[in-house]
Structure formats: C-alpha cells, structure tokens
Nanobody, 126 residues
Framework: QVQLVESGGGLVQAGDSLRLSCAASDRTFSRRVMGWFRQAPGKEREFVAAISWSDSSTDLADSVKGRFTISRDNAKNTAYLQMNSLKPDDTAVYYC???????????????????WGLGTQVTVSS
C-alpha cells in the first residue's frame, strides 16, 4: 500500500507563489507516474499536472500552463507542484495521486491513479 502525504498549502494573495510537496512511502516511487489534481467547492476533481517516471516528461492543464511546474526528486520519494502567479480560481484542495508501478505515460484521468493523499488546501484571496 502506498501512502501519499501532501503539504505546502495555505492562504496567499493573488500573484503569490506556493510549492506543494507530495511525499510517498513507496520504495518504487521512481517507477510511478505522479499526478496533481484539485477540487474546488461544488466542483469535480480536475487534472492539474502529471509527471512520468521514465523520462520525467510532464503534462499540464491549459489553465495552469506557464504558471505551474511539476517535478520530482526520486531520491526523496517526493513530487512537487510549484505554483506561481496564483489566481483566486486556483483555490481548491490539491490532491496527489500515484499510478501503479511501471504504468506507461502520464494520464489526465482520475481512474488511472490507484493511490491518493488526503489533500492540502490552497486558498488564494483577491
């Protein structure tokens, strides 16, 4: 069983930056696609970003391209989401997800991620 723990959320003003972290308990972290999703009140959980394990290629939702960056540090079993130029529309609970080991390619689909953290709240005030 993989345990994921998100951290780094908080209350910030529009234009500020935050870096979210997702720490994994898994020894096979280096072979897992990692993703970030978010869920705003009254809305469905939506894809934000994903990073592959094979070549660290990334995929970002159009709404965050140019502002957010996803990365990983396999030595620390941790994935990151760097969020710059935050907007009030970015307010949500941010969740980290992990695909099963050796799954190929990034994915934007919730059902492709087998393990989830409990989330971290990000609130952006105008």
């Amino acid at each position: 069983q993989v345990q994921l723990v998100e951290s780094g959320g908080g209350l910030v003003q529009a234009g500020d930056s935050l870096r979210l972290s997702c720490a994994a308990s898994d020894r096979t972290f280096s072979r897992r696609v990692m993703g970030w999703f978010r869920q705003a009140p009254g809305k469905e959980r939506e894809f934000v970003a994903a990073i592959s394990w094979s070549d660290s290629s990334t995929d970002l939702a159009d709404s965050v391209k140019g502002r957010f960056t996803i990365s990983r540090d396999n030595a620390k079993n941790t994935a990151y989401l760097q969020m710059n130029s935050l907007k009030p529309d970015d307010t949500a609970v941010y969740y980290c997800g992990a695909r099963k080991s050796s799954s190929s390619g990034t994915s934007r689909y919730l059902s492709d991620y087998q393990f989830w953290g409990l989330g971290t709240q990000v609130t952006v005030s105008s």
